[in-house]
């Protein structure tokens, strides 16, 4: 029976074929999209939204200029002023204003904190068990934890499953990126590696877009998770 090198089917089968493309597609949609969209989620959905005085003191420290490097906000009674009401986001939701800012950042550093243990764990036991259903099971938990994050009403329980969601990408990442090496030849790799990696942009694009036209960061969350269900059910139906 004869002995093949994989590179040597690749002459045969092909390099870059419709399969091929279709996994790609599948990876940078449901890989490095979804990375630009989380990796920021915290920040884009963290921008003071406008707020309007509701005292003669807040009126005369927003006309003083000597305040223009301070948190004004800092500087008022919380009956001194509110938010506008246009637009719902982390900090209208938990206030994270003033002393509790920390707690944005506390958010992402949670998330990429969860990365490098996914990437690690779930690295070693794909190698044991495959890498096609765990990357399956990887995009729906991703989904799952992102979409259940919008419904928390905690800023602790958010960020508790943020690192989950680290977690989740970290684990989706050694898993899914490794069929795209697997499945293309070896001349096509880096022009897979160029499409895959546009995706990123697109997924930071994508959630700065959605963020600006979409009032309530709950449906922002969802909007941007919906994707994942379906390139699941893609992957788990289409990957050998």
Not at 10 to 38: H, W
Not at 161 to 183: H, S
Request: aromatic share 14%.
């Amino acid at each position: 029976m004869a002995v093949y090198d994989i590179e040597e089917l690749y002459s045969y089968l092909g390099v870059f074929g419709n399969f091929q493309m279709f996994v790609v597609v599948m990876y940078t949609i449901g890989e490095r999209v979804t990375a630009g969209l989380l990796d920021f989620q915290v920040h884009i959905l963290s921008v003071v939204p406008p707020w309007i005085c509701l005292s003669e003191r807040c009126l005369e420290l927003t006309s003083n200029m000597t305040l223009q490097n301070k948190s004004i906000l800092c500087e008022l009674d919380r009956d001194e002023w509110e938010w506008d009401g246009s637009r719902s986001n982390l900090v209208t939701q938990f206030e994270l204003i003033c002393s509790e800012t920390y707690k944005i950042s506390l958010g992402s550093t949670l998330f990429f904190a969860g990365y490098p243990i996914g990437s690690l764990f779930i690295g070693l036991i794909s190698d044991y068990v495959g890498r096609k259903w765990l990357a399956t099971a990887f995009l729906l938990l991703t989904a799952i934890f992102n979409c259940s994050s919008a419904l928390l009403s905690s800023y602790s329980s958010f960020i508790i499953i943020r690192a989950v969601e680290g977690f989740c990408i970290g684990g989706l990442t050694v898993t899914f990126y490794p069929l795209v090496i697997e499945y293309v030849g070896a001349e096509a790799r880096n022009l897979a590696n160029v499409i895959a990696q546009c995706g990123y942009g697109l997924g930071m694009t994508f959630l700065c877009f959605t963020a600006s036209y979409i009032d309530s960061w709950r449906a922002v969350i969802i909007a941007t998770s919906a994707h994942l269900f379906l390139v699941a059910v893609l992957v788990g139906s289409n990957i050998p």
